[in-house]
């Protein structure tokens, strides 16, 4: 690549790494069950939240996810999981993901967006964890120990960096 000085800025910021990123919210019941959400366009659960619009930060993303998938305008908690993802062929760019404490919520509050997830259940983690995705069940566990503990966690491709 030529020096910076040699190219225009527009063409020095074309030739920089590519990132997604998405952000979504850990919810518990009363109960301290989490909350997991059935999107239309998947076979795996998720955690409430999607990716970052343009110009979006983590936080701002995710309040608009919460809104848009389950009715509710709430204040997040403290960041929990940053988690970058290495790219897979499905997807050829590294994902970050942000997952921020969305608190206890009452069931009876969520309004579901049907036109994107048909479902939503409340349940124990060891009933949650068989739903989601490799990576949705290593984020998980990591949210609730950093919830817990009140320590953002850190992963790389699901697992602690080496």
């Not at 403290?78 to 404490?101: A, E, H, K, N, Y």
């Amino acid at each position: 690549m030529p020096h910076q000085d040699q190219v225009t800025p527009s063409e020095w910021l074309e030739g920089l790494p590519k990132h997604l990123a998405a952000a979504g919210a850990l919810f518990t019941d009363t109960e301290g069950r989490v909350l997991v959400v059935k999107p239309n366009y998947r076979d795996h659960w998720l955690f409430v939240g999607g990716q970052l619009d343009e110009g979006e930060t983590p936080e701002q993303a995710c309040r608009r996810e919460v809104k848009e998938e389950i009715g509710l305008d709430v204040e997040l908690g403290g960041l929990l999981v940053i988690d970058w993802t290495q790219p897979i062929p499905s997807r050829p760019l590294p994902l970050i993901v942000f997952i921020f404490d969305g608190g206890t919520i009452d069931p009876a509050r969520l309004r579901l967006d049907s036109d994107e997830l048909s479902e939503f259940r409340f349940l124990p983690v060891e009933e949650a964890l068989p739903l989601l995705s490799s990576n949705g069940r290593r984020r998980m566990p990591t949210a609730l120990e950093a919830k817990r503990t009140g320590t953002t966690r850190y992963l790389s491709s699901g697992s602690y960096p080496t």
